[in-house]
């Protein structure tokens, strides 16, 4: 794993619950958890070796992550931007056991770790039978329901039908 300059913390004390993997690719690369106050995080896969692999931890505000996945924010914006000013690196065991946990700043990171400028979200990227997760996703970055209705006609190559107007037959 490449070497990283941050300030070691003796566990990580975060209570993160799953909430959707945004990327998978034979594994999760980039997934959304809450905390018991429902703030967001961001869990980046960035390295692994032959007993853990490395995660960047880090939060987002709703409007971030909402940005994030339409486009206007990349990745790479998130990770070298983070609202927090630090991200987490974690080692993770086989057994999801923190081996090692680190606070970073942005520009300490490997640029390896640091994604490409057009790292823009693809909802392609969610395993299309995954449709509850796809709905939890929205729920949790979505308050107006013009929004709601545009992205899921987007995802869905329709309008939900409790979102079209019903011709009168007045």
Known sequence: MQEIVGYPLDNFSL????????????GPLLTLFENEY???????????????????????TRKTLRFYVTQKLSL?????????????????????QCQRCC???????????????????????????ETEAKGLLLEKIWDEKHELSDLLTKLFDKPPL????EPSLA
């Open 15 to 26: 209570n993160l619950r799953d909430i959707v993997d945004l990327i998978y690719f034979e």
């Open 38 to 60: 429902g703030d967001s995080y961001l869990y980046y896969w960035c390295d692994v070796d032959e007993q853990c692999n490395r995660w960047l931890v880090f939060r987002v």
């Open 162 to 165: 409790e979102m079209i107007d």
């Open 76 to 96: 790479r914006e998130l990770i070298v931007n983070p609202v927090d000013g630090f991200l987490y690196s974690i080692e993770l065991d086989d057994e999801l």
């Open 103 to 129: 606070l970073i700043q942005p520009p300490n990171l490997p640029p390896k770790y640091i994604p490409a400028v057009d790292s823009y979200y693809d909802f392609s990227k969610l395993d299309p039978e």
